[in-house]
Nanobody, 123 residues
Framework: QVQLVESGGGLVQAGDSLRLSCVAS????????YSWFRQAPGKEREFVAY????????YYGDSVRGRFTISRDNAKSTVYLYMKNLTPEDTAVYYC????????????????WGQGTQVTVSS
């Protein structure tokens, strides 16, 4: 069974940076594609970033493009999300997700989910 464990969330001030990590286990790391989603209270789950860990194909959601960077370390079976110039609108629970089939921005296409890590940005 695939397990995804996120870490790195916390309370920061507007303009700060933060790095989230997602450690995958239970399956060969390169058998899956990975994304980050986020969800704020009362809002729909929002696509943040996607990565194909073999060929490094990357996509970003419109709200974070230019500020967030997704990357990975295959040897560590870890996906990262570097977040820069954070604003209060970035406050949400951030989830790591993985899929066995090609998938990008639709949460319904993902087979596995982490427990989430809270990011709170104060003004």
């Amino acid at each position: 069974q695939v397990q995804l464990v996120e870490s790195g969330g916390g309370l920061v001030q507007a303009g700060d940076s933060l790095r989230l990590s997602c450690v995958a286990s239970g399956r060969t790391f390169t058998d899956l594609v990975y994304s980050w989603f986020r969800q704020a209270p009362g809002k729909e789950r929002e696509f943040v970033a996607y990565i194909n860990v073999i060929v490094n194909t990357i996509y970003y959601g419109d709200s974070v493009r230019g500020r967030f960077t997704i990357s990975r370390d295959n040897a560590k079976s870890t996906v990262y999300l570097y977040m820069k110039n954070l604003t209060p609108e970035d406050t949400a629970v951030y989830y790591c997700a993985a899929a066995t089939q090609p998938a990008v921005s639709s949460s319904t296409q993902y087979d596995y989910w982490g427990q989430g890590t809270q990011v709170t940005v104060s003004s």
